[in-house]
């Protein structure tokens, strides 16, 4: 079935670095793709989405590229901030029934400091 | 646009007692809605899923007599924990999502103690 598979964390960076979360999906064909961001202590928000290949989605700095080549749709961000801390979870929804649930990788926690 | 509120924000409750957590969606029509538990520094636990005015479809391992979902309108639903026991304390999250939306929106989560 389909499933996406994260990099483990936990991501430890300094403010104004570049960072890179791994994602990559098993799918047949080209499903919507997601990440999501947990800041502490909160539910999911959704921060970016790709709806078909090749699609790019971006939200406050951060940046995602469907690439159908690779299968993959690693999380960029050029210069990270402090208030970036959170965890993040990439995303793809269960085409194998109508109930519409996302699957959810296993999060990658990452850790800001000044 | 696309929130979604969950109340109460934190409870906690004794062993045997029942507790009730609503999801609300508050500037849209939720369709279906969604029940998720997370452990600490884990993912997401998919409970069960529940369209308006039918019965929940419950997830493998999920007991439905324990946790009782009610999504009897497009706008709310509610996860009941009944008879808590200290193993259900736990982080409750709802979502909410459109009708032929894939996209899901999250609310801000319910933290459960049961002493």
């Known amino acids: 079935g389909d499933s996406v598979t994260q990099m483990e964390g936990p991501v430890t960076l300094s403010e104004e670095a570049f960072l890179t979360i791994n994602c990559t999906y098993t799918a047949t064909g080209y499903p919507s793709l997601f990440w999501y961001v947990q800041y502490p202590g909160e539910g999911l928000q959704l921060l970016l989405k790709a709806t078909k290949a090749d699609d790019k989605g971006s939200n406050k700095g951060f940046e995602a590229t469907y690439r159908k080549e690779t299968t993959s749709f690693h999380l960029e961000k050029g210069s990270v901030q402090v208030s970036d801390s959170a965890v993040y979870f990439c995303a793809l929804p269960d085409r194998g029934s109508t109930l519409g649930r996302l699957y959810f990788g296993r999060g990658t926690q990452l850790t800001v400091w000044p | 646009g696309a929130v979604v509120s969950q109340h109460p924000s934190r409870v906690i409750c004794k062993s045997g007692t029942s507790v009730k957590i609503e999801c609300r969606s508050l500037?849209?029509?939720?369709?279906?809605m969604f029940w998720y538990r997370q452990f600490p520094k884990q993912s997401l636990m998919l409970m069960a899923t529940?369209?308006?005015?039918?019965?929940?479809?419950?997830e493998q391992g999920v007991e439905k007599d324990k946790f009782l979902i009610n999504h009897a309108s497009l706008t709310l639903s509610t996860l009941t924990v009944t008879s808590a026991h200290p193993e259900d304390s736990s982080f409750y999250i709802c979502?909410?999502?459109?009708?032929?939306?894939?996209?899901?929106?999250f609310g801000p989560g319910t933290r459960l103690l049961v002493l």
């Open positions: 500037d849209f029509q939720a369709t279906t």
């Open positions: 979502s909410a999502r459109l009708s032929g939306r894939e996209t899901q929106y």
């Open positions: 529940s369209n308006e005015g039918s019965k929940a479809t419950y």
